[in-house]
Nanobody
Framework: VQLQASGGGLVQAGDSLRLSCAASGRTENILTRGWFRQAPGKAREFVAAIGWRSGSTYYKDSVKGRFTISRDSAKNTVTLQMNSLKPEDTAVYYC????????????????WGQGTLVTVSS
């Protein structure tokens, strides 16, 4: 499975960004697709996930109500719509896939994209 993330950039606090992650290759076993992020000097953390077949979603508490994860099965793409961005959202965002059910544990994810940088200025 190959993942290509895009959509990062530099924005001001309160602005919005949309990240996309396109998957290719042998994707038939994917059950969950997720987004993680890693801020400078910090560990990678879970942001959001979506059940690829069910459409069920799962969010990190601090992004609930601001971020929305969605899927487009026809395009094999997952999107993370990020609204009301805050400086603490600044990080490299990674998309990932798992053959397990919804999880926030990075070790449960098998394939990772290259990351896209989101910078939110105050």
């Amino acid at each position: 499975v190959q993942l290509q993330a895009s959509g990062g950039g530099l924005v001001q606090a309160g602005d919005s960004l949309r990240l996309s992650c396109a998957a290719s290759g042998r994707t038939e076993n994917i059950l969950t697709r997720g987004w993680f992020r890693q801020a400078p000097g910090k560990a990678r953390e879970f942001v959001a996930a979506i059940g690829w077949r069910s459409g069920s979603t799962y969010y990190k508490d601090s992004v609930k109500g601001r971020f929305t994860i969605s899927r487009d099965s026809a395009k094999n793409t997952v999107t993370l719509q990020m609204n009301s961005l805050k400086p603490e959202d600044t990080a490299v965002y990674y998309c990932a896939t798992s053959d397990r059910k919804l999880s926030s544990v990075s070790g449960n994810y098998d394939y990772w994209g290259q990351g896209t940088l989101v910078t939110v200025s105050s």
